[in-house]
């Protein structure tokens, strides 16, 4: 069975108090995770460090960044290397979500890159996609998305893709207390996966997480993750509560 993950992106919130608190409350919850069940932190960087000490006891929980450069080492000021996230034992990195997208002018070429230095670095990409209003309006959602994976993952090998992680996130559904109906991530999940599986076959692509993305809340979550193709979410707002990210968590298939 493919692995079942709850990934939290904080994005950019919390400071360095609340951020150790919120770590403290989701350790002290104590869920018992199967052996195929993930749960992903996707932290301010400024904090991985602190978190992958607290978390080094519990399996299945990784700290994860949001972001990292596409360069490796060097004269690059102000970023963060995916190197650097290795070293200090950074398994998962968010890659291309809609607003690293948007306000920060990521393209398809930059994501490629950045991919590409998460895999150098033994370190997995939660690769976000996802279509605007617009073109859900215009039924194209499908193609856009297809796109985006062919764009950005089709330059991999038949090992590279298995350790990609995917976030199907329609834009119109993050931070809007909106989300898509479950039949609407089902069919999303469907046709991404039967993208990957022209070009890397149906058995990997069948071993390939796909996360849903976009307003999940712990009364919305089990409905959406009972879906056949949908392997857990990628959480914005309701991962900045213990008690709602808990139930989040709870809300995995076994
Ligand atoms: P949301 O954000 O859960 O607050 O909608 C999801 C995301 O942006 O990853």
Redesign the pocket.
């Known amino acids: 069975m493919r692995k079942q993950i709850a990934a939290a992106?904080w994005k950019m919130n919390l400071n360095a108090e609340e951020a150790s608190n919120l770590l403290d409350e989701i350790y002290s919850k104590s869920i018992e995770l199967s052996s195929n069940q993930m749960v992903v932190l996707s932290i301010p960087y400024i904090y991985i460090g602190e978190a992958i000490k607290k978390y080094k006891a519990k399996n299945n929980y990784f700290i994860a960044a949001q972001n990292c450069a596409t360069t490796t080492n060097g004269a690059y000021t102000g970023e963060i290397s995916a190197s650097m996230l290795h070293s200090l034992g950074v398994k998962y990195i968010i890659i291309g979500?809609s607003e690293r997208r948007e306000f920060h002018f990521e393209t398809n070429q930059i994501l490629i890159q950045k991919i590409d230095r998460c895999l150098e670095n033994n370190i997995t990409p939660i690769f976000c996609c996802g279509e605007k209003i617009e073109i859900r309006d215009k039924r194209e959602q499908n193609e856009f998305v297809a796109n985006q994976i062919i764009d950005c993952l089709f330059h991999l090998n038949q090992e590279q893709i298995k350790h990609i992680v995917i976030a199907y996130?329609p834009i119109w559904?993050?931070?809007t207390g909106k989300t898509a109906s479950s039949q609407e991530a089902e069919d999303m999940h469907k046709n991404i996966r039967l993208t990957l599986a022209q070009k890397f076959g149906d058995n990997v692509a069948d071993q390939i997480s796909i996360l849903y993305?976009?307003?999940?809340k712990s009364n919305n979550a089990s409905e959406i993750f009972s879906e056949n193709d949908v392997d857990g979410g990628?959480?914005?707002?309701?991962s900045l509560n213990a008690n709602e990210f808990s139930g989040i968590i709870n809300a995995l298939k076994k």
């Open positions: 992106n979500h996130e559904a993050i931070g993305g976009g307003s999940v990628l959480i914005g707002g309701a």
